[in-house]
């Protein structure tokens, strides 16, 4: 009897295993399933039930309502991530429901007001029963093993944010774009639960599952984050339509550019420029690396590059000299840049650039992101997948030579005649190597609306780089001016193609 007793006791302990297994597999299938059923269901409307205490909050008040540190989730547990959450409030009404993925299964992180400091704000929390965590941050021990920064952090629609080491928040992603900048209006689909998978006390990486919703799109995600000095997160997520649209927008990034080198302040400012990202950078399916400065323009512009199996595109912020700033609080130097980088084949597509117009620097005006040629009819998948870079000292740049800076204006001239003037430095291991009396020349080409009047490109002494100057004349200003341009030497081109929209008007 006692082999068999033995055996009862390994089948017993199998089949614990077995359900302790069967527990903790829960995994993007999971959330694709709960995508698809939600797409094939009429879509509802989230009600908000929000106090109007906190609907009534400033932006100053709604940040006054802090979490207690030391309340954070695995804190105790001493795990490498810790989770924060965001208070309901503001336009923060719509509750977002989290999960933790451990062992024993998936359990809900329910909300308690115990956790939050509510500042001056006079607000009784035990009032605050029965609300939900407008989103959440994740914390990482990202500049100092002594202390864990804050890396990560989802709050509003489907916008998240990440830092790498010595990084300052700046421009955002999302995790999807509807009918952005078409007159319909755009459609902001909202990440409505998350799953994030318990660490151990080894990891490197956190593994957060998300599930998206909207009127006519719902969509599963999987975020792999891994914190460094370039932070990487990488994106799988499958979409289902409800109903036809006309722009579905994929892997979005959201930027501010209130003016720079090339677009001077229209108001007295100390700052000589303000900007969370200078330029669109696009390296394309051919191999041609393309530099688009941005722009605060006096009325919305929608540009766009078309091409198959894009390489990576991203919002930058090239410019990392403090001087070109001199903001002690925003420190726009140390803002990230974004890289977007595919994984697999894309398709055929466009990457497009939206800009508008903006008084101020308190509103995201920038907004890139890729559209396919072909998107997904209703019941329909579409799969995606690529990795964020946020960026910072190691920036993906062109192998040869890369823009600098972009500068607008003719200097000193004795007859002033109407034509505009334009500095573009290049620098790069392309450049570094040639004598300063080499053979270098720059490529221009100007649109139909415009008239190229002079072209020089000299040795720049100080960077060792190469300087192009340009001076032409545009035909029509109610219509806008589109330039590109490039260095070539004798045999060889040497830096990636400058390409610039003069908007109208301006």
Same mark, same amino acid.
């Given at each position: 009897?006692?082999?068999?007793?033995?055996?009862?006791?390994?089948?017993?302990?199998?089949?614990?295993?077995?359900?302790?297994?069967?527990?903790?597999?829960?995994?993007?299938?999971?959330?694709?399933?709960?995508?698809?059923?939600?797409?094939?269901?009429?879509?509802?409307?989230?009600?908000?039930?929000?106090?109007?205490?906190?609907?009534?909050?400033?932006?100053?008040?709604?940040?006054?309502?802090?979490?207690?540190?030391?309340?954070?989730?695995?804190?105790?547990?001493?795990?490498?991530?810790?989770?924060?959450?965001?208070?309901?409030?503001?336009?923060?009404?719509?509750?977002?429901?989290?999960?933790?993925?451990?062992?024993?299964?998936?359990?809900?992180?329910?909300?308690?007001?115990?956790?939050?400091?509510?500042?001056?704000?006079?607000?009784?929390?035990?009032?605050?029963?029965?609300?939900?965590?407008?989103?959440?941050?994740?914390?990482?021990?990202?500049?100092?093993?002594?202390?864990?920064?804050?890396?990560?952090?989802?709050?509003?629609?489907?916008?998240?944010?990440?830092?790498?080491?010595?990084?300052?928040?700046?421009?955002?992603?999302?995790?999807?774009?509807?009918?952005?900048?078409?007159?319909?209006?755009?459609?902001?689909?909202?990440?409505?639960?998350?799953?994030?998978?318990?660490?151990?006390?080894?990891?490197?990486?956190?593994?957060?599952?998300?599930?998206?919703?909207?009127?006519?799109?719902?969509?599963?995600?999987?975020?792999?984050?891994?914190?460094?000095?370039?932070?990487?997160?990488?994106?799988?997520?499958?979409?289902?339509?409800?109903?036809?649209?006309?722009?579905?927008?994929?892997?979005?990034?959201?930027?501010?550019?209130?003016?720079?080198?090339?677009?001077?302040?229209?108001?007295?400012?100390?700052?000589?420029?303000?900007?969370?990202?200078?330029?669109?950078?696009?390296?394309?399916?051919?191999?041609?690396?393309?530099?688009?400065?941005?722009?605060?323009?006096?009325?919305?512009?929608?540009?766009?590059?078309?091409?198959?199996?894009?390489?990576?595109?991203?919002?930058?912020?090239?410019?990392?000299?403090?001087?070109?700033?001199?903001?002690?609080?925003?420190?726009?130097? &140390?803002? $990230?840049? #974004?890289? =977007? *980088?595919?994984?697999?084949?894309? %398709? /055929?597509?466009?990457?497009? !650039?939206?800009?508008?117009?903006?008084?101020?620097?308190?509103?995201?005006?920038?907004?890139?992101?890729?559209?396919?040629?072909?998107?997904?009819?209703?019941?329909?998948?579409?799969?995606?997948?690529?990795?964020?870079?946020?960026?910072?000292?190691?920036?993906?740049?062109?192998?040869?030579?890369?823009?600098?800076?972009?500068?607008?204006?003719?200097?000193?001239?004795?007859?002033?005649?109407?034509?505009?003037?334009?500095?573009?430095?290049?620098?790069?291991?392309?450049?570094?190597? &040639?004598? $300063?009396? #080499?053979? =270098? *020349?720059?490529?221009?080409?100007? %649109? /139909?609306?415009?008239?190229? !009047?002079?072209?020089?490109?000299?040795?720049?002494?100080?960077?060792?780089?190469?300087?192009?100057?340009?001076?032409?004349?545009?035909?029509?200003?109610?219509?806008?001016?589109?330039?590109?341009?490039?260095?070539?030497?004798?045999?060889?081109?040497?830096?990636?193609?400058?390409?610039?929209?003069?908007?109208?008007?301006?």
């Amino acid at each position: 009897m006692k082999p068999l007793r033995r055996n009862t006791a390994r089948l017993l302990a199998l089949a614990l295993w077995f359900a302790l297994a069967g527990a903790q597999a829960f995994d993007f299938a999971d959330v694709a399933a709960r995508a698809k059923q939600l797409a094939a269901a009429p879509y509802r409307k989230p009600e908000s039930k929000l106090p109007q205490a906190l609907k009534d909050l400033s932006y100053d008040q709604y940040r006054d309502i802090r979490f207690k540190p030391e309340r954070a989730v695995w804190r105790k547990d001493k795990l490498p991530f810790e989770l924060q959450f965001f208070h309901e409030g503001m336009y923060y009404d719509q509750p977002v429901k989290i999960n933790e993925i451990t062992p024993g299964g998936v359990r809900e992180i329910r909300f308690d007001p115990d956790d939050f400091d509510y500042g001056s704000n006079r607000i009784d929390p035990t009032k605050m029963q029965g609300l939900g965590y407008a989103g959440f941050r994740v914390h990482y021990a990202l500049n100092t093993p002594k202390y864990k920064d804050e890396v990560l952090l989802f709050l509003g629609a489907s916008y998240f944010r990440a830092l790498g080491k010595g990084q300052r928040y700046g421009l955002s992603a999302r995790g999807l774009a509807i009918d952005t900048a078409l007159a319909s209006g755009e459609e902001f689909p909202r990440f409505t639960e998350f799953w994030i998978q318990r660490p151990k006390h080894t990891d490197k990486e956190l593994t957060i599952y998300a599930l998206l919703d909207s009127r006519r799109v719902t969509g599963a995600y999987r975020f792999v984050l891994k914190p460094g000095d370039d932070t990487q997160i990488t994106v799988k997520e499958r979409l289902y339509l409800r109903e036809n649209l006309s722009k579905l927008g994929l892997a979005p990034l959201t930027s501010m550019y209130f003016f720079g080198e090339n677009q001077h302040p229209t108001t007295d400012d100390y700052r000589p420029e303000v900007h969370d990202s200078d330029g669109l950078s696009i390296h394309s399916g051919t191999g041609e690396w393309l530099w688009r400065p941005l722009v605060n323009p006096a009325r919305l512009l929608v540009t766009s590059f078309a091409m198959t199996n894009p390489q990576g595109f991203g919002l930058m912020q090239r410019d990392r000299q403090f001087c070109h700033y001199e903001d002690l609080n925003l420190r726009d130097d &140390l803002r $990230p840049s #974004a890289w =977007v *980088e595919p994984l697999g084949q894309w %398709g /055929a597509g466009r990457v497009e !650039l939206v800009e508008l117009p903006t008084p101020d620097e308190t509103n995201d005006n920038i907004v890139a992101y890729w559209v396919p040629d072909q998107p997904p009819t209703p019941g329909q998948a579409l799969d995606l997948e690529y990795r964020l870079h946020w960026q910072m000292h190691d920036e993906e740049r062109p192998p040869l030579a890369w823009v600098v800076q972009t500068r607008r204006g003719l200097g000193y001239v004795r007859h002033p005649d109407g034509s505009i003037g334009f500095v573009v430095d290049f620098e790069g291991p392309a450049l570094e190597k &040639l004598k $300063p009396d #080499a053979k =270098v *020349e720059g490529i221009v080409s100007v %649109g /139909a609306n415009g008239e190229l !009047l002079e072209r020089n490109t000299v040795h720049n002494e100080v960077t060792g780089g190469w300087r192009l100057m340009l001076r032409l004349r545009r035909i029509d200003d109610d219509k806008p001016l589109e330039l590109r341009a490039y260095l070539a030497g004798e045999n060889s081109t040497l830096s990636e193609t400058w390409s610039y929209i003069l908007p109208a008007g301006e």
